[in-house]
């Protein structure tokens, strides 16, 4: 079973700039870390956890390693679905 747990940030999605006020994390039960991956809920765009816990956009082979993650592609794909859903009701 998955498990969510949210935690309170501040972040701007280094691809669309939106600003986000909450990081959820699965299976983790804890709050981000330096490493992590987000999803940002409004594009979709995978960024990095920086070691200051804000968002840079992946380097290139981040970016392919990103794009051959199930649990990546299943976030990303759940979020184009709604907001497809909200361009298209
Ligand atoms: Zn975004």
Redo the contacts with the bound molecule.
């Keep these: 079973m998955t498990t969510w747990k949210e935690h309170l940030v501040y972040l701007i999605?280094?691809?669309?700039?939106?600003k986000m006020d909450r990081a959820g994390a699965t299976n983790t039960g804890r709050g981000p870390k330096p490493s992590d991956v987000s999803i940002?809920?409004?594009?979709?765009?995978a960024?990095i956890f920086t070691r200051k816990l804000r968002l840079r956009a992946p380097t290139t082979k981040e970016r392919r390693e990103l794009m051959l993650d199930d649990k990546v592609r299943h976030y990303q794909k759940a979020v184009r679905t709604v907001q497809s859903k909200k361009d298209h009701p």
């Design positions: 999605c280094p691809f669309c700039s939106y940002c809920i409004k594009c979709g765009g960024a």
